[in-house]
């Protein structure tokens, strides 16, 4: 098994379990592990990933956000289209936000992660009750 894969399974041991399963005898959360591996096995310079966290459990959330950022210190640009505010807040350097197709605010995700007031008007809701 090559190292990379090994790095993966590090990430999501759970992953080791099914890795050579049919994907469709996975369940929702199983096979969002399995694209993700998919998308990372060979380095990349950019990764383009939407909803990442999207039916994965809490703790394989606290990985995945784990993984991305080792991604990103290998040198990948990620482009992350995600809801989950703190899984952008701890993956993003650059932040857009949209409403109905339309960028209603640009600027780096540092200054939005600082500013709740600017959070809970663009994206409607209190952090605090979410974390």
Do not use: Y
């Not at 759970?14 to 993700?36: D, E, H, P, V, Y």
């Not at 959070?119 to 974390?131: D, I, N, R, T």
Request: hydrophobic residues 50%.
């Amino acid at each position: 098994m090559t190292a990379r894969l090994q790095w993966i399974f590090g990430f999501f041991p759970a992953l080791k379990r099914f890795w050579l399963s049919r994907a469709g005898s996975l369940s929702g959360g199983q096979k969002q592990m399995l694209s993700i591996a998919r998308a990372i096995v060979e380095p990349r310079k950019l990764l383009l990933i939407d909803e990442p966290t999207k039916g994965l459990a809490p703790a394989i959330v606290v990985n995945l956000i784990e993984c991305l950022a080792e991604v990103k210190k290998r040198g990948a640009t990620i482009l992350l289209v995600e809801q989950n505010f703190r899984v952008a807040q701890e993956i993003g350097d650059s932040v857009l936000v949209m409403d109905n197709g339309k960028i209603v605010h640009r600027g780096a995700m540092a200054d939005l992660a600082r500013d709740t007031a600017l959070q809970e008007k663009l994206l409607g809701l209190s952090l605090e009750a979410h974390q």
